[in-house]
């Protein structure tokens, strides 16, 4: 623009502010912040800038921090203000290193501060399973260290590790040269004995022989050769097949024979077979009793099998002229065999009784004379007038005194022969019931 210069009155051109031509954008400040305008002498337009205005920032109350901690200042949401805090310095105390079977863990009266205390718990079940191979005659053995979690695993020799070997027939334990121990221990193997062995059982020298059933009626005699069997390691054995074949009765079975030196068996009875008058035969069972021709068998089990015992049945004297002149009635028993007379009017009296006498499977050899009471005894039945009734009176024939009598029996079972007590009367009376 032109001015008039009063010093000179002459105009001239100068430059000048022309503010309505600024284009200025004025900047919109946050509540920490205030507007200043500033000038530039380069430019005829206004300078508009934020700046901050600490009084307009929240007054904020200054924390107390512990002796591990320093402050610092933050920054807020808003960009002008800070605000005080308390952080940690930096832990100096390095977090210690675990070792095996130890875990790290942090006491918990020490969670508050910035650097907790860490330390290492000792946990077994976490040590390593031992590495080491020990030979069979060592054990190994494990020993703590004290202040260590772990223990320490080292060998050492037991000779009680190396068991005897149980060796199967014809074998025998020896000393195994080609064991080596470092602690002087013996290893004991199984060898073959120079013997023959016949079903894991029985055991045969060179020249020996010995007999066996195979089934039913055969068997089979096994001698051992001085052959070596290269299979089995043991001598050879050689079998010689036997046929015993043999017809037995009807009551008898075959038993192969017991001793390995007889190769057959016999028919052994296991029931009696009784043969009779007429020519027939009857089968009875053990322990089974009967009568024939007035003599008692019985049917008995020893250990050789069953045979037949037999006794005569022995009567007493008889008179029967006697008793027929004294009108006694002649009358039979003991099936048939012995004669008795019987009277009426027979007062009590001792007779002699042949008996067989028996204990259990134990039997006298001969009938024996025991005595006994028989005979008649006086009975009545009598009115009473002052009961209003009959009374009953009966006495009965009997022993009056009795002794002891000793009878020798033979007990099949076993062979032998006992003596059995019995008692029998020394007389006979009548007497009240």
């Given at each position: 623009?032109?001015?008039i210069?009063k010093?000179?009155c002459c105009s001239?051109?100068?430059?000048?502010?022309?503010?309505?031509?600024?284009e200025t954008?004025?900047?919109t400040?946050?509540n920490s912040?205030k507007?200043?305008v500033?000038?530039?002498?380069?430019?005829?337009?206004?300078?508009?800038?934020?700046?901050?205005?600490p009084?307009?920032c929240?007054?904020?109350s200054?924390p107390e921090?512990?002796?591990d901690?320093?402050m610092?200042?933050?920054?807020q949401?808003?960009?002008?203000c800070f605000?005080?805090l308390?952080?940690?310095e930096?832990?100096?105390?390095?977090?210690?290193?675990?070792?095996d079977g130890?875990f790290l863990?942090?006491?918990?009266?020490?969670t508050?501060?910035?650097?907790?205390?860490?330390?290492c718990v000792?946990e077994?079940n976490?040590c390593?399973?031992p590495?080491?191979?020990c030979?069979e005659?060592m054990n190994?053995?494990k020993e703590n260290?004290?202040?260590?979690?772990?223990p320490t695993?080292h060998?050492?020799?037991?000779?009680e590790n190396?068991?005897?070997?149980?060796?199967?027939?014809g074998e025998?334990?020896?000393?195994?040269h080609?064991f080596?121990?470092?602690?002087?221990?013996?290893?004991?193997?199984?060898?073959?004995d120079d013997?023959?062995?016949?079903?894991?059982a029985s055991?045969?020298?060179p020249?020996?022989?010995m007999?066996?059933y195979?089934e039913e009626?055969?068997?089979y005699t096994i001698?051992?050769?001085e052959?070596?069997?290269?299979?089995?390691g043991f001598?050879?054995?050689?079998?010689?097949l036997?046929?015993c074949?043999?017809?037995c009765?009807v009551?008898q079975?075959?038993?192969?024979s017991?001793?390995d030196?007889d190769?057959?068996?016999?028919?052994?009875n296991?029931s009696c077979?009784?043969q009779?008058?007429n020519?027939?035969s009857?089968?009875y069972?053990?322990w089974s009793?009967?009568?024939?021709?007035?003599?008692?068998y019985e049917?008995?089990?020893?250990?050789e099998?069953a045979?037949?015992?037999n006794?005569?049945m022995?009567?007493?004297?008889?008179?029967?002229t006697?008793c027929?002149?004294?009108?006694g009635i002649?009358k039979?028993?003991?099936?048939g065999?012995c004669?008795?007379?019987k009277?009426?009017?027979?007062?009590?009296?001792?007779v002699i009784?042949?008996?067989v006498?028996r204990?259990?499977?134990?039997?006298?050899?001969s009938?024996?004379?025991?005595?006994?009471?028989d005979g008649?005894?006086?009975s009545a039945?009598?009115?009473n007038?002052?009961?209003?009734?009959?009374?009953r009176f009966?006495k009965c024939c009997?022993?009056?005194g009795?002794r002891?009598l000793?009878?020798?029996?033979y007990?099949s079972g076993?062979?032998?022969?006992?003596m059995?007590?019995?008692?029998?009367p020394?007389?006979?009376?009548?007497?009240w019931?």
């Open positions: 623009m032109g001015i210069d010093w000179t001239k051109e100068v430059c000048g502010c022309d503010t309505t031509l600024c954008t004025i900047p400040c946050t912040q507007l200043i500033g000038h530039s002498p380069l430019s005829c337009c206004p300078q508009y800038k934020c700046e901050c205005d009084l307009k929240p007054s904020i200054t921090c512990r002796e901690q320093f610092i200042q933050v920054q949401e808003e960009p002008c605000s005080p308390c952080v940690c930096s832990c100096t105390k390095p977090v210690p290193l675990c070792d130890e863990t942090v006491d918990l009266n020490s508050h501060f910035c650097c907790p205390q860490y330390y000792c077994p976490l390593p399973m590495l080491l191979n030979a005659d190994l053995v260290v004290s202040g260590q979690c772990c695993w060998c050492e020799c037991n000779c190396l068991v005897m070997p149980t060796c199967e027939v025998f334990t020896a000393i195994d080609n080596q121990s470092d602690c002087g221990c013996k290893q004991y193997l199984c060898e073959k013997v023959c062995v016949f079903q894991e055991v045969l020298n020249g020996q022989s007999i066996k195979l009626d055969f068997c001698e051992c050769l052959e070596k069997d290269n299979h089995t001598h050879t054995l050689n079998f010689t036997v046929n074949s043999k017809k009765d009551h079975v075959y038993t192969p017991p001793s030196y190769c057959c068996g016999t028919c052994k296991v077979k009784f009779m008058e020519g027939t009857v089968v069972a053990v009793t009967w009568h024939y021709n007035c003599t008692t049917c008995i089990k020893t250990d099998g045979i037949i015992l006794y005569t022995v009567c007493p004297p008889f008179n029967e006697e027929k002149t004294n009108e002649v039979l028993y003991n099936e065999c004669k008795i007379c009277r009426e009017e027979r007062i009590c009296q001792k009784i042949k008996s006498i204990k259990q499977d134990c039997i006298s050899q009938p024996i004379n025991v005595a006994s009471c008649k005894c006086p039945t009598i009115y007038i002052n009961i209003e009734g009959h009374l009966c009997r022993e009056n009795v002891n000793s009878v020798p029996l007990c076993n062979g032998t022969a006992i059995y007590t019995l008692q029998e020394i007389d006979c009376t009548c007497q019931n």
